[in-house]
């Protein structure tokens, strides 16, 4: 390590051993609790020396994971500062080298800054003339298509429903483009076999249902063989949270089916054992 160099003074050392997340989302969040879980569990176990000096920083501007039930964000809150993350509120006005500085003048430190402040639309999207969403993505109707031009379609977080179909902005998630996805392909094979001819030609009876999204639920980790499972279909909705060691197995049952074949589920299967029975391999650290 860099902080084993003699001579270093110990400002330095604090410094070089400082992770700061920037965005309370999930991706900030899981990232945030695996580290400072990975850091007690084995980091300090095997590097004594430099283990008063490692340190977690998760800054976000208001509430992490904003879109989870608020007793799992509590919970998480709890958890989070109980693994021994800092959590800090403030927005970040800058990034410099070494420090970022937040809107009241606060200067924070860090050896590495990993941002996850969310997604947004890639400049070749921007540059696109064509109908705009909120947030700079490209507009579609109810069925997907983009308005004035014939014969494209837009799916996934480039994506967005234009302001006069009155919808809200999608999540960018997998589940959202997976499903846009098959939408999308079943009604370009429907306009195919009926011999349609250009898709934003045809008339609406003959595309079928617009597409509807309906969320099935979020997970997220947050260290410590811990997870919270918000199964509310929207925020202001009803449905199941949990949180705890059960929905961290719930969430690992969700995640080995997605993976793609039977042999790499089999590989992560045993990878989960092996590092819950001996430990993670550090040995390349």
Not at 58 to 65: P, R, V, W
């Amino acid at each position: 390590m860099l902080s084993d160099v003699p001579g270093i003074p110990e400002e330095e050392k604090q410094r070089l051993l400082h992770c700061v997340v920037v965005g309370g989302g999930p991706t900030g969040v899981e990232f945030s609790g695996e580290l400072s879980d990975f850091i007690m569990k084995d980091v300090r176990q095997r590097y004594t020396h430099v283990k008063d000096y490692i340190r977690v920083t998760l800054i976000e501007a208001n509430e992490i994971l904003s879109s989870f039930d608020d007793r799992l964000r509590l919970y998480a809150t709890k958890q989070l500062t109980k693994s021994g993350v800092r959590l800090v509120r403030g927005i970040v006005k800058d990034v410099k080298a070494q420090k970022i500085i937040l809107n009241d003048g606060t200067e924070v430190p860090y050896g590495l800054l990993v941002w996850s402040t969310g997604v947004g639309p890639s400049p070749i999207i921007q540059s696109l003339d064509l109908p705009k969403a909120p947030g700079g993505r490209i507009g579609v109707d109810e069925w997907l298509r983009v308005p004035s031009v014939q014969d494209v379609f837009s799916i996934g977080d480039c994506s967005g429903f234009v302001e006069s179909t009155g919808r809200p902005t999608l999540p960018a998630l997998a589940q959202v483009a997976e499903r846009q996805g098959k939408y999308l392909a079943n009604m370009l094979n429907k306009i195919g076999k009926a011999g349609a001819g250009h898709a934003n030609s045809g008339k609406e009876i003959e595309l079928g249902d617009p597409f509807v999204y309906k969320h099935l639920g979020s997970m997220a980790t947050i260290g410590r063989y811990k997870a919270l499972v918000d199964l509310r279909q929207s925020k202001e909705g009803k449905g199941i949270a949990l949180a705890g060691v059960l929905s961290f197995f719930i969430w690992r049952s969700a995640y080995i089916t997605r993976v793609v074949s039977w042999r790499n589920r089999f590989y992560v299967f045993i990878n989960w054992i092996t590092t819950l029975v001996f430990g993670r391999d550090i040995s390349r650290l």
